[in-house]
């Protein structure tokens, strides 16, 4: 099973306040473990929605909107592609990873679909 982990955005990653290099370390021991272990194939941060554009879509319209974008809560700063056996399985890799913000925080977990979905 194939699961995107959402890391949220807050109020400093936002501002593109950078963590501690406590926290780079943390980190970077988490994704060793994750690799080591072949649960990781893929995992990166992301620049502040500042930094960003959307396209949003209407019919055959196209709209540009620069960011920054509202709802701080809403937005991901940073992801991983994990391959896992179960939802249950990285729920437990999850509850093993440093807070990945200076503060509170929050990761989200979805699975992919498959194409065994599809069938």
Do not use: H
């Amino acid at each position: 099973m194939r699961v995107m982990v959402l890391v949220k955005a807050t109020e400093d990653s936002e501002k593109g306040i950078l963590p501690a290099t406590e926290l780079f370390e943390a980190m970077d021991k988490f994704n060793q473990e994750l690799t080591k272990a072949g649960i990781m194939r893929m995992g990166e941060g992301l620049k502040p929605s500042s930094q960003g554009k959307r396209v949003a879509f209407d019919g055959s319209n196209r709209t540009l909107i620069d960011g920054p974008f509202a709802a701080t809560r809403e937005l991901v700063a940073g992801f991983w592609l994990w391959e896992v056996k179960d939802m249950d399985e990285a729920v437990a890799w999850m509850k093993r990873c440093p807070n990945p913000m200076p503060g509170p925080s929050e990761i989200e977990i979805r699975p992919l679909y498959e194409m065994s979905d599809f069938q």
